[in-house]
């Protein structure tokens, strides 16, 4: 696992968070939501793709 995964995760929650707070401000509660869910579904992409990357690695490491 790398520091650069934490910092990429970290930096897409504060970017979802700025423009939620703008949507919302400005009064699209329902872009700021969808924002929100594309922020979520990213973050999930991003982590399962490192799940995978693990699993392989566990794999190869007992030879399954």
Excluded: C, H, P, Y
Excluded at 9 to 27: D, K, T
Excluded at 41 to 53: G, H, K, Q, T, Y
């Amino acid at each position: 696992m790398d520091v650069n995964l934490i910092f990429q995760v970290a930096a897409i929650g504060i970017l979802v968070a700025v423009l939620n707070q703008l949507l919302i401000r400005s009064g699209r509660e329902e872009q700021a939501m969808m924002t929100t869910l594309a922020g979520l579904i990213v973050v999930m992409m991003i982590l399962v793709r490192e799940i995978s990357s693990l699993f392989e690695l566990i794999k190869r490491t007992f030879g399954l």
